[in-house]
């Protein structure tokens, strides 16, 4: 697939969130009328998409996976959970994998993370104190 091709199916799938998820070029844009213009001319008279066109979808569709936006593979919306879960190391390893099986990490397990980095400041906090 050439250059060309490849614009076009990224076109094709950058209308289709927009579509699907009842967003106009406009609210993309953010109030931005030449961002306007252009997605305009990128999106429905095939001009050349621009980085700043693929950025301000993905930021207008934090839930849009930008893997599948750019390159068509994977799934249309982002998974759920944590990214980078699967490379995380030492004592919460194993309860991160449990937790993962189920798409979501649990309310209680995140507060229980942020309370033992909590302690974890305040203990170097009062090192640096001394």
Partial sequence: ??????????????????KEKKITENSVAAGDSAAQSRL?????HGKRITLDTVLRVLD???D????????GSGDMYKANGITGA????????????Q?????LLSE???REIIAEKDRQIQTLLEILKK
């Fill in 1 to 18: 697939m050439d250059y060309t091709e490849k614009a076009d199916t990224v076109r094709t799938r950058i209308n289709t969130v927009l």
């Fill in 99 to 103: 937790q993962q099986s189920k798409s």
């Fill in 60 to 62: 207008a569709c934090p």
């Fill in 86 to 97: 699967n490379s995380v190391t030492g004592r919460n390893a194993t309860v991160i994998g």
């Fill in 40 to 44: 305009n001319s990128q999106l429905s």
């Fill in 108 to 110: 209680d397990f995140i």
């Fill in 64 to 71: 849009i996976s930008a893997d599948w936006l750019l390159r």
